[in-house]
C-alpha cells in the first residue's frame, strides 16, 4: 500500500447525494478474522507494509497455540516455548506496527462490490479485502455424557483446567499429538492418566511418545480401545464424572475406566460455521478451499491456518501461511490480477 | 458544588431501573490459563479493578469456585453488585462478561 500517512487510516466510503456528501462507513484495508498464529503472522507483514489492518477475534489472542502447554517445534527457540508465551510475543510484535485488535465474533461476510461488509454480532465492518484465519477447535467424540458432563469432569483444555485434578485420575482419550502432550502435562497434577487410544499405536510423534515414556508410572496407555460412554453421579451436591466406559475391540469386551475427569483431543474441526452463509467455498468436512494464493472462492477474502482446506496443522505452518496471505492481499490491494486464475484446489 | 459524574459503563441498572455499581470482581484462575489472562487484559482495559483468586496456589478455595460456577473450570468471573447481586461468567465470555461489567 502506498506510504502516505493518510492511508494508514480507513477510509470513508461516501455517497453522493446532491451536492451532499455523506460519509456512511470506514472502510479499513484489511479486516482479519481470528487473532491464532496464522492472522497474527499476517498483520505482522500487512501493517509493516502500512496497510491498515484489524482483527476480530472472540477467543483468546495466539487461539489454540495459546492454550497449548508447551511447543517444541516452532523453529527459532532452541528450548521451546510455552504456547501462552509465543501468543503473548506474537501479539506485541502485531501491536508493535499498528495492528487493532477487537473482541468480536464475526457472523457473515458479504460481498458489496468494491469492499466487503464483514457483519459481527456488533455491528458491522467494511473492507477492502478480508483474510479468514479462525483456525479449528477441538472435536468432540460424540457419546452419551460427553455434552451433560461438560465442563463438570469433560474438559478440551488442559492448561485450563488440569489443576482440578491434583491427585486425582484421568482419563485421556486420543492418540496424536496433542493427546500425548496434553496428558503429559496432565501428570503434573493427576495420580494415574489412562490414554483411550481408539487405533492400535499413537500418531503422535516419536519424540512425544518417547516423552510420554518417562511418565509410565502415572500412566497408562490402552490401545484399540473405543470410548463408548461418560458416566458420573452427584457427589458432595455436584455432579462429577466417575468413569468412562469403553471397549476393547480386540476382545469385545466393554472394560470400565474408574476416574475423576476425561480431557478429549480426538483431532480438530474448522471454525467456520459463520460461512456457511457466505458464498465461499467449503471441503467436504467444512475446511476453506483456496487457490494457489490463499484466496477463497470469493475474490479478496483470503484464509491462511487451520482453517484452510491443505492445512497440516501446525503453528509453524500457519504462521508461513499467514506472512504468504499478507503478501497476496498486498497485492490484491495494488489492484494487480493475480499471478494466474485462480484455480481451486482438488482435495 | 462539585458535580461527581461516573461513567454509565460503571453503572448498572437493576429490576426498579436504579443504576447499580460494581462493587467488587474477584476472578478465579490457574496458572497457565490462557482465557484467564484474556479476561484479566480485557478489565484492565475497561479501568476495571478485580482480585485474582490462583486456584493452584490456593487450593483451599476450589470448592468455592465449583459451587459459586456450578463447573470444573477457569477462568470464573464473579461480578458483585452494590446491592449484593452477583453475575458469575465462566471462560472468556464477552457475551455475558460486557453486560455483567457494564
Known sequence: MSQTAEKT????????????????????????IGAGPAALSAAIYTTREDIETVLYDKGPIGGLAAVTDWIDNYPGFAKGISGLDLAENLHQQAQRFGAKFEYGEVANIIDAGSHKRVITTDGEVHAKA??????????????????????????????????????KRLVVVGGGNSA??????LTRFASHIDILVRGDHFRASEVLQEELQKHTAKVTVH?????????????????KVTKVIGTDKTTGKKVDFPTDGVFVFVGLLPNTEFLKKTTIELDEIGFIKTNPY??????????????????????????????????????????????VTPVTLKV | MSVTI?????????????????????????NTCAYCGMVKKWLAAKG?????????QNPERQAEAMQVSGQLAVPVTVVTRQDDTQSVVVGFNLAQLAPAVL
Open chain 1, 9 to 32: 487510516k480507513a477510509v470513508p466510503v461516501t455517497a453522493t447525494a446532491s451536492a451532499k456528501t455523506v460519509a456512511i462507513e470506514p472502510v479499513h484495508d484489511v479486516v482479519m
Open chain 1, 223 to 239: 490401545f484399540n480401545t473405543s470410548t463408548d460412554e461418560i458416566i458420573g453421579a452427584k457427589v458432595d451436591n455436584f455432579e
Open chain 1, 130 to 167: 478480508v483474510l479468514i484465519a479462525t483456525g479449528s477447535d477441538y472435536k468432540k467424540i460424540g457419546v452419551p455424557g460427553e455434552k451433560e458432563y461438560y465442563a463438570r469432569g469433560v474438559h478440551y483444555c488442559a492448561t485450563c483446567d488440569g489443576a482440578f485434578y491434583r491427585d
Open chain 2, 48 to 56: 476495571l479493578a478485580y482480585e485474582e483468586v490462583n486456584l493452584e
Open chain 1, 294 to 339: 490463499l484466496e477463497t472462492s470469493l475474490p479478496g477474502v483470503f484464509a491462511a491456518g487451520d482453517v484452510r482446506s491443505g492445512a497440516t496443522m501446525q503453528i509453524a505452518t500457519a504462521v508461513g501461511e499467514g506472512a504468504t496471505a499478507a503478501l497476496m492481499i498486498r497485492h490484491y490491494l495494488e489492484g494487480h490480477a493475480l499471478l
Open chain 1, 180 to 185: 500425548v502432550q496434553e496428558a503429559i502435562f
Open chain 2, 6 to 30: 461516573i461513567s454509565n459503563k460503571k453503572l448498572k441498572k437493576n429490576e426498579r431501573g436504579h443504576t447499580l455499581m460494581v462493587k467488587n470482581i474477584t476472578i478465579f484462575t490457574t
